[in-house]
């Protein structure tokens, strides 16, 4: 039995095929450019391999915010995000129109925490927060085998963070909280900040003891909050490997014993650690939400 999964992210879609077991036996990448563009490929896609293969249902792991509540008038719509052109747009029932097969959806990163959950490093842990950083900062969380859903879904890239004395002059790059944890650590806000991308500054450079600092206190938040059994830190700024023992320090400091855990009290490469998917935590995930329903 096969699962379309697609991983809709700003920058770019990722589509690809799978099997309930998570084995991705096709992908392919498409450009986020307009709404009508990018779904038309989308669904040329799937349509191309519903000639050779039984499609039963599609996974959609979307950026957000998304609308995820069944007795909504906007169920299924991306809403209020600053990609303008995607404000309030209807991807679930358009990509259901064209294909005329169910689609389930999920944000990117409850999708993404999913497969990690599944088939990743977060075996056998539960509950769990999967944390992507890069061109935004989200996060996702599964309690009880299960995405955390409420009133909306987990904003955790929105959680408002102490600004450092030495980062008074930068105002965060977020329009809608200014100095909340994407506004600060994301990827953007490292260009924002000093001129050059993440991957252009050097390992000993000041940025990195930030990024740091500010991972580290929303990090810190989430273990009061949810009290995570493993933490997993995905997107392009965590390629950066050398960042994970510095928020493992600065987690441990922050926390000051209070939380006397032993995982949290060594510090360990086992509690705060990269996705065991890779870059494929997020289609992987899409395939899961399809092949779990």
């Not at 299960?146 to 965060?172: A, C, N, T, V, W």
């Amino acid at each position: 039995m096969f699962f379309g999964g697609i991983e809709a992210g700003g920058t770019k879609f990722i589509v690809g095929i799978g099997d309930s077991s998570g084995l991705i036996t096709d992908h392919v990448e498409i450009p986020t450019t307009s709404p009508g563009e990018t779904i038309s490929i989308v669904v040329d896609y799937f349509l191309a391999k519903r000639k050779s293969i039984k499609i039963d249902r599609i996974g959609l792991a979307s950026f957000g915010p998304v609308d995820l509540n069944p007795k909504s008038t906007t169920y299924g719509y991306i809403t209020n995000t600053p990609k303008l052109d995607w404000m309030n747009f209807d991807i679930l029932h358009e990509l259901e129109k064209a294909l005329l097969i169910p689609v389930v959806i999920d944000t990117d990163v409850n999708a993404a925490a999913l497969a990690e959950y599944e088939w990743g490093a977060a075996q056998g842990k539960d509950p769990i927060v999967y944390l992507t950083v890069g061109t935004g900062i989200g996060g996702g969380v599964i309690v009880n085998g299960k995405p955390l859903h409420g009133l909306s879904h987990p904003e955790i890239g929105h959680l408002r963070i102490r600004q450092s004395k030495i980062d008074y002059k930068f105002s965060g790059i977020c329009p809608f909280h200014k100095n909340c944890m994407e506004g600060l650590a994301s990827g953007p806000a490292i260009f924002a900040r000093w001129g050059v991308l993440g991957q252009d500054l050097s390992p000993d450079h000041i940025g990195w003891e930030l990024e740091a600092e500010y991972l580290a206190e929303g990090i810190s938040n989430l273990i009061l909050t949810i009290s995570p059994e493993i933490i997993i830190l995905g997107g392009g700024v965590m390629k950066n490997d050398f960042l994970f023992p510095m928020i493992r320090r600065k987690v441990k400091e922050n926390l000051n014993n209070y939380v006397t855990k032993k995982e949290i009290l060594d510090c360990n490469d086992v509690y705060i650690i990269p996705p065991g998917l890779k870059s494929f935590s997020g289609l992987a995930g899409a395939i899961a939400l399809a092949s779990d329903n």
